[in-house]
């Protein structure tokens, strides 16, 4: 019944998208374009589509094929008030917003920019930095910069119910947005996919073919101590043992489904907190046993002052449907 209210305000907010795209077309909004390939990645659907592992992936992708890479960020609930920002490994996760500190953690050598307004922040980087191309996340709603390749990722676990303009459910758009995009990707195939049917009627419809598809799988255990130290050496965790699962992600079921393989549900007990959650000690210290952590979650309680002796990080990794050659000329030939 309570949807039935919320009608009214999804028809407001679909006139209000409607329109902004209008005025980007028809240039009454300002769309920047810069001298060197943007890739952006993004998503309709409020949540975790993948889109920090699928940067980190490109990232990486990117960089074994010598091409000097930067990526900007939103920095999504920060503490820091400067409209841009370069991340540095001082302040910590909570200044710069914990997906641009976890690329900055992992790819120091590289420029890593945040701020709401990105096309102030990727002139600034262009400034200050020589590069060939510049990823952004979360930005396929972001129209005040062109990009050259323009991905948007559909999560193949989201539920049905999430297919509703907001607020009546978690799409920021229409499916017929994906048009816009160069690439709808699949993201996160290796999960319960509900609602394939559904999917691909739409792709079908809208007249999408989808050459791209990527599973997050479950990659290892790293003790947080030595996951500081960016000693990633597997560890071998007492499969026997409880343990609690911290999680302040968008989706920690799936992290459970992650490491079924490994563990067996019974001996993992969930505690939840809200996505990008700021982590303090009490959180955590009175917690009785050893604790498991995603990456994400890590790169805010490192600085916590904790027993990290008994917090283990679980590493996941990408897992694209083509080889990793496939996908760079993929992408390389629309930067070409």
């Known amino acids: 019944m309570y949807k039935f209210l919320l009608l009214p305000f999804a028809i407001a907010y679909w006139l209000v998208i409607e329109f902004r795209y209008l005025f980007y077309r028809f240039g009454l909004f300002k769309s920047h374009k810069f001298s060197v390939p943007i890739i952006s990645v993004g998503n309709i659907v409020v949540g975790g589509a993948g889109k920090t592992p699928c940067i980190l992936s490109l990232v990486q992708l990117l960089k074994s094929r010598g091409k000097r890479v930067a990526v900007v960020y939103r920095g999504y609930k920060r503490l820091s008030k400067e409209e841009v920002l370069p991340v540095q490994l001082d302040h910590g996760a909570n200044h710069y917003g914990d997906e641009a500190y976890l690329c900055k953690f992992h ?18 980087l262009l400034a200050e930095h020589e590069v060939d191309v510049v990823l952004m996340d979360d930005a396929f709603q972001h129209l005040a910069v062109q990009r050259d390749v323009d991905i948007c990722l559909i999560d193949a676990s989201e539920i049905a119910s999430a297919y509703k303009l907001l607020p009546l459910g978690r799409m920021r758009e229409p499916w017929r947005a994906l048009k816009r995009a160069s690439d709808v990707v699949v993201s996160k195939t290796n999960f319960k996919d509900s609602t394939k049917a559904l999917r691909e009627h739409i792709f079908k419809k809208l007249g999408l073919s989808v050459k791209l598809t990527f599973a997050y799988e479950f990659h290892s255990f790293c003790p947080l101590e030595m996951w500081i130290k960016k000693d990633f050496t597997i560890y071998q965790i007492d499969h026997k043992q409880k343990y609690h699962l911290v999680s302040g992600i968008a989706k920690p079921a799936q992290l459970l489904d992650c490491l079924e393989e490994v563990l067996p549900k019974e001996n993992l007990e969930v505690v939840a907190y809200a996505d990008h959650y700021a982590f303090s000690e009490k959180n955590l210290s009175h917690i009785q046993g050893p604790i498991l952590v995603s990456e994400k979650d ?3 309680i490192m600085d916590l002052k904790l027993d990290k002796s008994k917090i283990f990080v679980v590493r996941s990794k990408v897992k694209w449907n083509l080889s990793e050659d ?4 993929h992408f390389h030939r629309q930067l070409s």
């Open 107 to 124: 790819y120091p050598d590289i420029p890593v920019y945040v701020g709401a307004k990105r096309a102030d922040v990727i002139r600034k």
């Open 298 to 300: 890590a790169i805010k």
């Open 326 to 329: 496939e996908v760079y000329e």
